[in-house]
């Protein structure tokens, strides 16, 4: 099969110029030089008179045609390596992923309307079908093969250039692959790395011409980079809604922050915008206002001028559904009325369940709030397996004398262990010193000996200075803390907590254990040069300790008017707190925080025995039912490398909620019903991943390429990828020899020599 008449000037730029007949070209130049001195010889006398300055143009112009001559007869060529047409493949990957719909091509196209301008429209593809095999495909991050413009959709929700590099070598692996063209902005969010396929192309000499599509710096726009919100909360709950947000062109800028419930705006915030090309974070708070999944949009202020507008509005879910109350064992050691406002405050709330075991007199006791007849009728939990069925403990004003040493160390498991949560309120039994409930404690204990005399005492009553009524002051810590959130609004949080009524005594405490955090401090009494801790929190072993170090918080009760739910919603904030951390007896977690259509979604359930302890025996099926209610029911395996951890996978199609249900049948039948499913619940959203950083990244493109032995193009420039490809050495080349003697410009060249020196010479009269 013939070859294509190849561009003169890429054969001549690639390949080696020589003479057919085998003159070197230093003997070609000796026989230049023979001629202008036999051409000045012959000019040395004329018929006419002639200055020297037209002899000199004489002698040049009869001297090149006779060069041109000399050079035509002597069958100059140029040997280069050029593909064998319709021998090799050509493949074309381009990309098909959302950032290709973003219109910032100067004519106002999208970027894969310019691609279909170029390739097809203006027969790139055309031209390059005449010397190779074109085989085209599809990618974002899968690949498919296409036989044209209409199968791209720009509906990929990522980038991965090595999974096509690769999908491609597989494809064509045993063709004379001659080379690659792939078309794309360079926008790859995976997260492997195409320079390493690209190196093996090169070594095998399949060179890839890129061709980089868009603008190398968007001017003018502003992208939600990632949401982060608490996915499962408690009816009523205030939580925190992280959006970040990176902007080119809008420094300064004011704009509205608004999470939408539908149609309804439920939350907004006017921020400024900061320094451009910086990801900076801002929080909104939040209640739901519905006991079930609910599917927010987030959604940022489209500004005048913005280039991307997919990028301004995110969904995310919250799973507000009714749950499970948490059961929290409440020990009181005498009827006082922090017991009777505590139980009072979370009387209405159905989230939580107090259990209370209240001392009422020299043997004698008083349980409220138990689910059975057996609930607490011996007393404290003797056994772990009844006492890990709570989240949280509390004890109040209760002596030492009331555990014993296997119940103590049964409370310190409890928290480092099970993961609950423990709070000490109101006096602490010095006799407590030493044992583990001091461990527990985000504070320490101090003998009323080693205190000065104005603090000893404990919480009084009158003159005594831990006795007195005083306002307390929140911390640093406090201020922002949800535990302590009345209000979404920061000032209108600390106006609420000013105009709390006052408290009345404190019990005096040691300093604050490394790691805790005081939330509420007293505003006067020290100790040890630091202000005495009222609340204070720490993470101890796998759960929460907290320390209450007053009994008067009735006081925000009684004392405010009878509507005010202050005080309520504090104490179900700090319960809830203690005892959200401890871990169920199955728990579900996703690899992700969101997900798009066509994710593999991986999800890991960790399953628990009656002690809590790791079960790898347990029996687990998982059932999906996605947004068009379809069932789905899969077994989890069992992670052997991780003791009680089931893992199962699948492929989210859909946009929308997915539910899914973990049903566990334990190896010793043990579970109970109420332990022995797990729901949980997800959402499939639009992507952002493909707005962010979506610039044309030619860096990344020329890499490649070169890497390859290829070359990078930017979309306005490819038409000159036709000739570059045809005249790269690719394992598939030939050698061949083009003619250059027959050239029409040469001969035209020839003749224009001619025809100026026979009008000059006629000009000047010379024969």
Request: with cysteine.
């Amino acid at each position: 099969m013939p070859y294509s008449q190849p561009n003169f000037l890429a054969a001549l730029e690639d390949g080696t110029f020589t003479f057919a007949y085998g003159i070197s070209p230093f003997l070609f130049g000796l026989l230049v030089l023979l001629i202008i001195g036999g051409v000045w010889f012959t000019y040395r006398s004329t018929t006419r008179q002639l200055s020297s300055g037209w002899k000199t143009f004489f002698i040049a112009l009869r001297s090149s045609v006779l060069v041109l001559l000399l050079f035509c007869l002597l069958r100059p060529v140029v040997t280069t390596l050029q593909v064998s047409p319709q021998e090799t493949y050509l493949a074309v990957l381009i990309d098909d992923s959302q950032s290709m719909s973003i219109t910032d091509i100067p004519e106002g196209l999208s970027r894969q309307a310019a691609v279909q301008a170029q390739l097809y429209d203006d027969g790139l593809l055309d031209e390059l079908s005449e010397s190779f095999q074109i085989r085209s495909f599809r990618f974002d991050k899968e690949t498919q093969r296409i036989a044209g413009i209409e199968e791209l959709s720009e509906a990929g929700t990522a980038s991965s250039i090595d999974q096509a590099l690769a999908y491609v070598d597989d494809q064509l692996n045993g063709l004379p692959l001659g080379g690659i063209v792939l078309v794309s902005d360079g926008a790859d969010n995976s997260d492997s790395d195409p320079l390493s396929k690209a190196r093996e192309f090169g070594a095998r000499q399949i060179p890839i011409f890129s061709i980089g599509v868009g603008q190398e710096d968007i001017p003018q726009d502003i992208g939600i980079v990632d949401v982060s919100a608490a996915k499962t909360v408690l009816e009523g709950s205030v939580f925190s809604v992280q959006v970040a947000v990176n902007h080119q062109g809008y420094e300064g800028q004011e704009v509205e922050l608004a999470i939408m419930d539908g149609d309804t705006q439920v939350v907004s915030d006017v921020v400024t915008l900061g320094a451009e090309g910086v990801t900076r974070r801002y929080d909104l708070e939040l209640t739901p206002e519905r006991p079930e999944l609910i599917v927010y949009d987030l959604n940022v202020e489209l500004q005048s001028g913005e280039i991307i507008e997919n990028n301004n509005s995110y969904s995310f879910l919250v799973d507000n559904t009714e749950k499970d109350a948490l059961d929290i064992l409440y020990i009181e050691g005498h009827p006082r009325n922090e017991y009777k406002f505590i139980r009072r405050a979370v009387s209405g709330d159905s989230s939580l369940r107090l259990a209370t075991y209240l001392q009422t007199g020299p043997e004698k006791y008083y349980r409220q709030g138990i689910e059975s007849a057996t609930e607490l009728s011996s007393g404290f939990p003797e056994d772990r397996e009844e006492l890990y069925q709570y989240e949280a403990i509390i004890l109040g004003d209760i002596e030492f004398d009331f555990f014993n040493a296997d119940q103590l160390q049964m409370i310190e498991d409890f928290v480092a262990e099970r993961g609950g949560g423990f709070l000490m309120s109101g006096m602490v039994d010095e006799e407590f010193i030493g044992t583990p409930i001091a461990d527990i404690l985000p504070i320490t204990l101090v003998e009323e000996n080693f205190l000065p005399s104005h603090l000893r005492g404990g919480i009084r009553r009158g003159e005594h200075p831990t006795g007195e009524l005083f306002f307390p002051r929140l911390t640093n810590n406090g201020e922002f803390s949800p535990l302590l959130r009345l209000a979404t609004d920061d000032s209108e949080n600390i106006a609420m907590w000013r105009q709390f009524p006052e408290l009345q005594g404190v019990y005096v405490t040691g300093r604050i254990k490394p790691g805790a955090e005081v939330l509420i401090e007293h505003p006067l009494l020290q100790y040890q040069n630091q202000a005495l801790p009222l609340l204070a929190s720490q993470r101890y072993g796998s759960g929460r300790s907290m320390s209450l170090t007053t009994a008067s918080t009735w006081r925000w009760q009684m004392m405010l008017p009878s509507a005010d739910q202050s005080h309520e919603t504090l104490w179900r904030q700090l319960l809830r707190w203690l005892a959200v951390s401890a871990p169920e007896r199955i728990t579900i977690e996703f690899d992700r925080e969101f997900y798009n259509v066509g994710d593999p979604v991986n999800v890991k359930a960790t399953v628990l025995n009656n002690e809590y302890e790791a079960d790898n025996d347990a029996t687990l099926w998982m059932q999906t039912s996605n947004p068009l209610e379809e069932f789905l029911d899969v077994p989890m395996e069992w992670d052997i490398e991780e003791d009680g951890v089931y893992r199962a996978s699948f492929v989210a199609e859909e946009e929308g909620v997915y539910s899914l249900l973990v049903d566990v049948a334990s190896a010793a039948g043990e579970a109970s019903d109420s332990s022995a499913e797990k729901r949980a619940a997800f959402v499939v959203t639009p992507s952002l991943r493909e707005y962010t950083n979506a610039e044309l990244d030619s860096g990344l493109l020329s890499r490649i390429s070169e890497a390859s032995g290829g070359s990078y193009f930017n979309l306005a420039a490819a038409a000159a990828l036709a000739d570059t490809i045809e005249f790269t050495p690719n394992a598939y080349s030939r050698e061949v020899e083009i003619d250059l003697w027959d050239r029409p410009w040469l001969l035209g060249l020839l003749i224009l020599l001619l025809c100026a020196d026979w009008i000059s010479r006629r000009m000047k009269g010379l024969s």
